[in-house]
């Protein structure tokens, strides 16, 4: 099916353990985002990818890790899960200029971490 | 830096109730403003948007005018529904290095009772 999917929707870990959110578009765009959703918080900014092979951070970096080797893909690993990362996580993707506000978002991953 | 308030809820209204939700803003440079809207269990999609001073954005019967002079973009609808009920988030766009990205405020849940 066409679009942006992410996998898994629901997952719970532990502790220090290894996670990876996968998100995946059909649109061939250019643009990806991870965002986390958080009470109180709105949506922030994690990591963002202009294209395949470039990626940077966004406004709360801190304890993931990205890379964007297909432009389809753009994997967020959570390389030793913590408490604080208990959030539910939306990736989202562009075609050109975010001036233009179509973001087209995945239905998101929650993750609870133990 | 850049940054979106916007009115707390949730909001419950009654069927065909007139619909204000506040959004205020600041930036340093000439941003474009959107509302996005998110429903149950969904991912974020965009509700309308406006570029420049004094434009208004219009989608579903919702609208919001672009203030300057009051750093605001508040989404208005006459008349809601149950169908309306869901989390709304008003957005800045805002350059960052060599493209943009979206600001995103907390979000206003709103309930809408038949």
């Known amino acids: 099916d066409a679009g942006i999917t992410q996998s898994p929707r629901y997952k719970i870990t532990e502790t220090g353990r290894q996670v990876t959110l996968m998100c995946h578009q059909t649109w061939s765009h250019s643009y990806m985002f991870w965002y986390r959703q958080d009470l109180g918080h709105g949506l922030r900014l994690i990591y963002y990818?202009?294209?395949?092979?470039?990626?940077d951070k966004g406004e709360v970096p801190d304890g993931y890790v990205v890379s964007r080797s297909k432009t389809e893909n753009f994997p967020l690993t959570l390389e030793s899960a913590t408490r604080s990362q208990t959030s539910v996580y939306f990736c989202?993707?562009?075609?050109?200029?975010?001036?233009?506000?179509?973001?087209?978002f995945g239905e998101g991953s929650r993750l609870t971490v133990l | 830096g850049d940054s979106v308030t916007q009115m707390e809820g949730p909001v419950t209204l009654s069927e065909e109730a007139f619909l204000t939700i506040n959004c205020t803003y600041t930036?340093?440079?000439?941003?474009?403003l959107f509302w996005y809207v998110q429903y149950p269990g969904e991912g974020l999609q965009l509700l309308l948007k406006?570029?420049?001073?004094?434009d208004k954005g219009s989608n579903k019967g919702f609208e919001a005018t672009y203030r300057k002079e009051t750093t605001s973009f508040h989404l208005e609808k006459g008349s809601v529904q149950v169908s309306d009920s869901a989390v709304y988030f008003c957005a800045l766009s805002d350059r960052m290095d060599s493209s943009y990205k979206l600001i995103f405020g907390s979000g206003t849940r709103l309930l809408v009772r038949p």
């Open positions: 406006a570029t420049k001073a004094d």
């Open positions: 989202a993707s562009t075609h050109g200029l975010v001036s233009t506000g179509e973001l087209f």
């Open positions: 930036a340093t440079g000439y941003p474009s």
């Open positions: 990818s202009a294209a395949a092979d470039i990626t």
